[in-house]
Protein backbone atom coordinates (compact mmCIF):
# COMPACT_ATOMS: atom_id res chain seq x y z
CA UNK A 1 0.00 0.00 0.00
CA UNK A 2 1.29 3.48 -0.94
CA UNK A 3 0.68 6.53 0.96
CA UNK A 4 -0.29 10.22 -0.83
CA UNK A 5 0.96 11.73 2.22
CA UNK A 6 3.61 13.91 2.21
CA UNK A 7 6.86 11.71 3.74
CA UNK A 8 8.17 14.25 5.95
CA UNK A 9 4.96 13.90 8.40
CA UNK A 10 5.15 13.35 12.20
CA UNK A 11 3.31 13.80 15.43
CA UNK A 12 6.02 14.63 18.33
CA UNK A 13 5.21 14.74 21.65
CA UNK A 14 7.70 17.00 24.77
CA UNK A 15 6.94 14.02 27.60
CA UNK A 16 6.09 17.06 29.54
CA UNK A 17 2.26 16.63 31.92
CA UNK A 18 0.89 19.61 32.23
CA UNK A 19 -2.81 19.72 33.88
CA UNK A 20 -2.70 15.85 33.33
CA UNK A 21 -2.04 16.43 29.78
CA UNK A 22 0.39 16.00 27.31
CA UNK A 23 1.20 18.33 24.30
CA UNK A 24 0.82 16.48 20.82
CA UNK A 25 3.26 18.44 18.37
CA UNK A 26 2.29 17.85 14.24
CA UNK A 27 5.10 18.61 11.82
CA UNK A 28 4.38 21.48 9.27
CA UNK A 29 3.76 18.77 6.73
CA UNK A 30 0.44 17.52 8.18
CA UNK A 31 -0.82 20.39 7.21
CA UNK A 32 -3.72 20.44 5.41
CA UNK A 33 -4.17 16.50 6.01
CA UNK A 34 -4.62 16.67 10.14
CA UNK A 35 -6.16 20.85 10.06
CA UNK A 36 -9.20 18.64 10.99
CA UNK A 37 -8.27 17.04 14.21
CA UNK A 38 -5.90 19.56 15.10
CA UNK A 39 -8.95 22.20 14.86
CA UNK A 40 -10.97 19.74 16.97
CA UNK A 41 -9.26 19.68 19.67
CA UNK A 42 -7.98 23.36 19.88
CA UNK A 43 -4.39 23.02 18.46
CA UNK A 44 -2.48 26.47 17.63
CA UNK A 45 0.49 26.86 16.19
CA UNK A 46 3.68 26.86 18.28
CA UNK A 47 6.99 27.37 17.92
CA UNK A 48 8.64 23.85 17.12
CA UNK A 49 9.37 22.00 20.65
CA UNK A 50 13.35 21.17 21.71
CA UNK A 51 14.86 18.41 20.13
CA UNK A 52 16.57 16.94 23.48
CA UNK A 53 12.97 16.87 25.04
CA UNK A 54 11.12 15.67 22.18
CA UNK A 55 10.27 11.86 20.45
CA UNK A 56 8.44 10.94 17.36
CA UNK A 57 4.99 9.01 18.59
CA UNK A 58 4.38 7.97 14.96
CA UNK A 59 5.87 9.13 11.27
CA UNK A 60 8.85 10.17 9.84
CA UNK A 61 11.80 10.16 12.45
CA UNK A 62 13.71 12.78 10.25
CA UNK A 63 11.68 15.57 11.73
CA UNK A 64 13.68 15.54 14.71
CA UNK A 65 16.89 16.95 12.57
CA UNK A 66 14.36 19.91 11.65
CA UNK A 67 14.27 20.93 15.13
CA UNK A 68 15.58 23.68 17.85
Not at 4 to 20: G, H
Not at 32 to 55: N, T
Request: proline fraction near 9%.
Amino acid sequence: MKSEDPSDMALLSDDEYQNERICIYFSPACSPSCDVIIRFYGGAPCAPPLREESFVLSGDEDVLDELR
